[in-house]
């Protein structure tokens, strides 16, 4: 029995149940997941446009409220910050709130056919939806650089899908996309 304790061990990659299940399903491509995001900053600039013409009517005549920062002040730059991560919480909004109610999809993933999928349970918690929405930003750092990690990945996660441990699923009619080669659908499982 002491043998056994002292033994020198080695990692061990066990699958879970869940990955087990979603070992084979045919990944989205590139392109489909890049429409999808064009196709939700759409949705996204038409939700807030109605908002900013209110805003223009109602302030016309306020030359206060067309006022521009001067980011050479602390008051200026800490304005336009301000208003970066006002966008950027709308957006994250959007995007975790459409992950969490549709489990996974957003307009954009809906119309082009593909799901969002967590590797670690059967659906989208709040708080995985929240660190994928906000992945994004961290997929968008080095010039976009971890989008095109789908490419170096065997499982053709970005950046946002790795931290939030999720994969994008093409939900389409068979033969519309390459399916995984049968040796692919094995390294998926493992």
Do not use: C
């Given at each position: 029995?002491?043998?056994?304790w ?34 939700d900053?759409?949705v ?5 446009t ?141």
């Open positions: 029995m002491l043998k056994k002292t033994e020198k061990r080695g990692f061990r990659a066990h699958e879970t149940h869940r990955m087990d299940e979603l070992a084979g399903l045919p990944l989205a491509s590139f392109r489909r997941r890049a429409l999808a995001i064009t196709i900053f759409a996204l600039l038409m939700l807030k109605p908002v900013w013409v209110v805003l223009l009517l109602h302030h016309r005549h306020d030359t206060h409220w067309s006022y521009k920062p001067n980011l050479d002040t602390m008051a200026g730059l800490l304005h336009a910050i301000w208003e970066k991560l006002q966008d950027l919480l709308e957006s994250a909004l959007y995007s975790a709130v459409a992950m969490k109610v549709t489990n996974g999809r957003t307009v954009g993933k809906w119309i082009m056919k593909i799901r969002v999928v967590s590797l670690t349970q059967d659906r989208m918690g709040w708080w995985q939806s929240i660190e994928r929405a906000l992945g994004y930003g961290a997929s968008l750092l080095e010039g976009g650089f971890g989008f095109f990690q789908y490419y170096l990945n065997r499982n053709r996660q970005t950046v946002h899908d790795r931290i939030a441990e999720t994969i994008v699923l093409y939900e389409g009619k068979p033969g519309l996309v390459d399916a995984p080669l049968p040796e692919d659908a094995a390294e998926v499982g493992r």
